[in-house]
């Protein structure tokens, strides 16, 4: 029988979730570290959107949705994106998977808990379009640290994910990329305090 512990016992599986399966990565990267760093990231939106644009986020609540983006995929594993979106066909099915993956891994809570895990898996349009930046703002970044590395494998994903990135009408967006991402090209010596 099938407990609330289950949940959160489940969740810890992130850290066993290898992402980028079909690309040779100079350093494997986690579907718990990946989750964690859209977290920070859609947390670091969300504030920009608040201070500077005037947006009504709740940072908060936008940090957590993100950290749990992903969840199904300690069910479903991670789908690599040519595949995921090669048809709509595929699209829609996966879709419906990551959907009875996250109710499967839901159901177990009790129902006063489940209704606000609830809430955070399916925020409202402004919240998710946050997270879904932060999402594809993680990708990038993954891109850049490859390609620093000497790693060309991600050349064509980064030109792909920085289109998207350009297009996205998020401000917030915009002004962090303007602002900040040229500190994540910097090495530990000229980022250090």
């Not at 990231?41 to 009504?56: C, D, P, S, W, Y």
């Not at 606000?116 to 919240?127: H, K, M, N, T, V």
């Not at 993954?142 to 792909?160: I, T």
């Not at 350009?166 to 090495?187: A, G």
Request: charged share 30%.
């Amino acid at each position: 029988m099938k407990t609330p512990g289950d949940f959160y016992a489940m969740l810890l599986r992130m850290k066993d979730i290898d992402r980028w399966q079909l690309m040779y990565n100079t350093k494997t990267e986690t579907l718990s570290e990946h989750s964690m760093e859209c977290a920070l990231l859609a947390h670091a939106l969300a504030e920009i959107g608040v201070h500077r644009f005037q947006k009504t986020y709740s940072p908060d609540r936008i940090c957590t949705a993100a950290l749990l983006h992903d969840m199904s995929e300690v069910l479903t594993g991670d789908m690599p994106t040519p595949v995921k979106y090669y048809n709509d066909e595929i699209r829609t099915a996966y879709k419906k998977i990551e959907a009875a993956a996250e109710k499967s891994l839901l159901s177990v809570l009790d129902e006063d808990l489940r209704a606000d895990y609830e809430s955070l898996c399916r925020p409202g349009p402004e919240e998710h379009a946050v997270v879904k930046a932060a999402d594809k703002l993680c990708a990038y970044l993954k891109c850049l640290q490859e390609e620093s590395r000497g790693n060309r494998e991600f050349s064509s994903a980064k030109q792909s994910i920085e289109r998207a990135l350009r297009e996205n009408p998020l401000p917030e967006l915009h002004y962090f990329m303007e602002h900040y991402l040229d500190s994540f090209t910097k090495n530990l010596d000229e980022v250090s305090l």
